[in-house]
């Protein structure tokens, strides 16, 4: 069974950083496409960051572009989004979501196979 694990959500000052952190059992997130998610309050979810396997593309969106980086540690099977200088509409929940691809340009997919349980972002003054 697979599961995918967020954690490192909290509240923040604008300015801030967070670290968050999606560990997968059941599935390996070194060799398939890994993407991070957010839903602010009353809005839709929108893609923020994904990985390809192996030293394919790595995408941002352009809100948060130069702020966030995405990483993974193969040995501990889990990807990082860190989160700098945030803002007040990086507030949301934050979700992290494999997909079962070897594609190494992971920009172009929308629909993922695995969802994490998501963890709250809050960022405020």
């Known amino acids: 069974q697979v599961q995918l694990v967020e954690s490192g959500g909290g509240a923040v000052q604008p300015g801030g950083s967070l670290r968050l952190s999606c560990t997968a059992s059941?599935?390996?997130?070194?060799?398939?496409?890994v993407g991070w998610f957010r839903q602010a309050p009353g809005k839709e979810r929108e893609g923020v960051s994904c990985?390809?396997?192996?030293?394919?593309?790595?995408f941002y969106e352009d809100a948060v572009k130069g702020r966030f980086t995405i990483s993974r540690d193969n040995a501990k099977n889990t990807i990082y989004l860190q989160m700098r200088s945030l803002r007040s509409e990086d507030t949301g929940v934050y979700y992290c979501?494999?997909?079962?691809?070897?594609?190494?340009?992971?920009?172009?997919?929308?629909?993922?196979?695995?969802w994490g349980q998501g963890t709250q972002v809050t960022v405020s003054s």
């Open positions: 990985i390809s396997p192996g030293d394919g593309q790595i």
């Open positions: 059941g599935f390996s997130l070194e060799n398939n496409i």
């Open positions: 979501a494999a997909l079962k691809s070897s594609d190494r340009h992971c920009s172009g997919y929308v629909s993922y196979d695995y």
